[in-house]
């Protein structure tokens, strides 16, 4: 199996980029398949690399900022919040150096038991509406050629934003996550050494978001799909692994999705499952009820309390 230990340093620029063309992959599913002229230098790191996407306000064809440079991140906290640019958290799900260009896959959500669908497409029934959902979600839905954009992303391959880094001396992998995570597991898929054993969960909304994964790897996915009447409650990726028989020998974890989920899960495999807790990578993609800038807001209030401590 193949292992990496976490770089030290988290090299990422900035790369003003376009929409090349977008494709529905299934009723919540959207790939925007990005370019622009300075791509050659984004290096991806493959796995779940992680990037910042700035989206433009809806009144803006680009996104604003006032600065791009060491101090961005105070002088977009600064900026109005109507006018900067709307920072959102994404994957690379594929990365083309040669014709330069990147996919990024769209969950949209808004059309979850409650919303009426309004898009006319292929996948009109029970796909996400164009007005609901978030800005990210909203933006993806309505992308075409030419939207311009501005991403956050790594220059070196070997950078902090990919997690997935199962140590020496593992056995097999477990993989639980929803549509949001889907790519970052599609993209570890394709990473794992031929022979590896991996059970993954992948809970989605739809049957028809299944899509292929390209693996070398031993895998076994169960793809998970939320039944309407039950979606508030009901947990599948919880349900699924407590019946699961798992593997013997020593486990990795990488553990994603919505935020409540991911704690469940953690707590199950750490308390009931016997998994070592350094062994288990959980990140929370969204939490219900909070966009990214609340979630943002509450890890900076946390953050300056730590420091009065
Ligand atoms: C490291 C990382 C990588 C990620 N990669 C991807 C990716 O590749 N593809 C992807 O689609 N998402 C990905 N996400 C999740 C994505 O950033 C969030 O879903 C984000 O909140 C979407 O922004 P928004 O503007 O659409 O909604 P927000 O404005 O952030 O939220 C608005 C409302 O929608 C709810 N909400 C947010 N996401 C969902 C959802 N999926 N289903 C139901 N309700 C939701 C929120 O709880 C909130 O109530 C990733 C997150 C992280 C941290």
Redesign the pocket.
Known sequence: MTTTAAPATAPFRFFDVHVVRSRRLGPAMLRVTFGGERLDELASGGRDQ?FKLFLPQPHQDRPVFDDLGEGWYTAWRAQDPAERAVM????I?EQRPDSGEFD????L?GA?PGASPTLSTPFAQGSAPLTA?????RWAAAARPGDRLTVLAPAVEDNGGVDFRPPAGTDWILITGD??AL??IAGILSWLSPGTQAKVFIEIGHEDDRQPLPTFADAEVSWLVRGPATAAHHEPVLDALRTAALPAGTPYAWVAGESGTVKAVRRHLVRERGFDRRAVKF?G????????EDLLAELTAGAAAAEQD
Do not use: I, N, Q
Request: charged share 30%; hydrophobic share 25%; aromatic share 14%.
């Open positions: 992680r959102r958290s994404y994957t799900r990024v896959d769209f969950a959500h979850e959902g978030g800005p990210a979600s549509e949001t790519p970052a990140t993609y969204w939490r219900r009820g909070a966009s990214e």
